[in-house]
């Protein structure tokens, strides 16, 4: 069946059950294993580029640079331009939630330690991984 041939209010309940799914997860650990369980490689590379391309839009990159960096097609870049220069808050409130974790993790995988003296400051590496990132 193609999915337009699915009603509307289906489809709205089809993804709010994934998006409720999603939220239920603890960590990033959760979220990845659910999101390796529901999706091919190639759906969540597909969803992956789409959420780079809106990152980088929102950084003020080209949709020329984008293409180069990321080696995808002009038409998936214009795709998510459109629905990014339709609304942009959302994708803001995306690039906030990334920039959270990016940084709790940086500040859980590395803590600053200092010796006696000023000159033996150092970083040690702690065995805290990405998936051990708490839902923000």
């Not at 609304?87 to 006696?116: C, D, R, W």
């Given at each position: 069946?193609?999915?337009?041939?699915?009603?509307?209010?289906?489809?709205d309940?089809?993804?709010?059950?994934?998006?409720?799914i999603?939220?239920?997860?603890?960590?990033v650990?959760?979220?990845?294993?659910?999101?390796?369980?529901?999706?091919?490689?190639?759906?969540?590379?597909?969803?992956?580029?789409?959420?780079?391309?809106?990152?980088?839009?929102?950084e003020?990159?080209?949709?020329?640079?984008?293409?180069?960096?990321?080696?995808?097609?002009k038409?998936?870049?214009?795709?998510?331009?459109?629905?990014?220069?339709k609304?942009?808050?959302?994708?803001?409130?995306?690039?906030?939630?990334?920039s959270?974790?990016?940084?709790?993790?940086?500040?859980?995988?590395?803590?600053?330690?200092?010796?006696?003296?000023l000159?033996?400051?150092?970083?040690?590496?702690?065995d805290?991984?990405?998936?051990?990132?708490?839902?923000?």
């Amino acid at each position: 069946m193609d999915i337009r041939d699915y009603p509307k209010n289906y489809k709205d309940t089809a993804f709010y059950y994934f998006i409720t799914i999603l939220l239920a997860a603890k960590n990033v650990g959760d979220a990845i294993e659910i999101a390796n369980s529901i999706f091919s490689e190639s759906e969540r590379l597909s969803i992956g580029r789409r959420l780079e391309i809106a990152y980088y839009l929102g950084e003020g990159k080209t949709s020329t640079e984008i293409i180069e960096m990321l080696k995808t097609s002009k038409d998936t870049v214009s795709k998510v331009s459109n629905l990014y220069n339709k609304s942009t808050q959302p994708f803001e409130n995306l690039i906030k939630k990334h920039s959270n974790i990016k940084n709790e993790y940086k500040n859980n995988k590395y803590i600053k330690k200092e010796g006696s003296i000023l000159a033996f400051k150092y970083t040690e590496e702690t065995d805290f991984s990405f998936k051990d990132v708490k839902r923000s």
